[in-house]
């Protein structure tokens, strides 16, 4: 059964700083997937990492995998209060010809000026 | 991005009752389509995956006979869930994704409130 841990589930963090959240998998998967959430909003779209070493970066966050470790990383540079919001990874496994996602519990970033 | 539309995006309804929601690709035939379920301050639960035309598979757990699932057509997925109770109360998204496309995108997410 496919697992997927992320930590940390909270993190409170102030402008300016930089941070790192991990998502750790238990077994191979296809790709890996991190999404942002706002309060009762659904999910948007952040990267897509499909082989190892990928590493992939949009504003102030940057996204990495290694494979071989099942880890990948959102980093966070000089964080700033809009991106304040639930941050997912969901790791991507192909079974009966579609794409199924299992989602980690999510981190709760809040960045305080 | 592909445009993935979900109706309602909230809906409150009474014990008892059927609700039905509704998801759309809007500007792609839709292959396979997904429901998931999220509960207050938790991860997305997959419940189960629809192929247009074909039966849908359910995850462990997950009701069939409750949350009624169709898949009718390349552009439409509709989630029922049937004789609702207040433990049904859940956020309820859906994604789409086709054959070649790769990735799947999400729907805005439907607030059920059973009272």
């Known amino acids: 059964e496919l697992k997927v841990e992320q930590n940390p589930l909270f993190l409170s963090m102030q402008e300016g700083k930089n941070y790192t959240i991990y998502c750790n998998y238990s077994?191979?998967?296809?790709?890996l997937y991190w999404y942002r959430q706002d309060p009762g909003k659904s999910l948007e779209s952040l990267f897509v990492?499909?082989?190892?070493?990928a590493v992939k970066q949009e504003g102030r966050l940057m996204a990495s995998l290694d494979t071989k470790a099942r880890l990948s990383t959102l980093h966070i540079t000089a964080a700033v209060h809009d991106l304040s919001a639930t941050y997912f990874c969901a790791v991507g496994r192909t079974q009966g010809g579609s794409e199924k996602l299992v989602f980690g519990k999510g981190t709760k970033l809040t960045v305080n000026p | 991005g592909a445009v993935v539309s979900q109706h309602p995006s909230w809906v409150i309804c009474k014990s008892g009752t059927s609700v039905k929601i509704e998801c759309r690709s809007l500007d792609f035939q839709a292959t396979t389509m997904f429901w998931y379920r999220q509960f207050p301050k938790q991860s997305l639960m997959l419940m189960a995956t629809s192929n247009e035309g074909s039966k849908a598979t359910y995850e462990q757990g997950v009701e069939k006979d409750k949350f009624l699932i169709n898949h009718a057509s390349l552009t439409l997925s509709t989630l029922t869930v049937t004789s609702a109770h207040p433990e049904d109360s859940s956020f309820y998204i859906c994604?789409?994704?086709?054959w070649g496309r790769g990735v799947a995108f999400f729907g805005q997410g439907t607030r059920l409130t059973v009272v």
């Open positions: 990492l499909l082989s190892n070493g």
């Open positions: 077994t191979t998967s296809d790709r």
């Open positions: 994604s789409a994704t086709s």
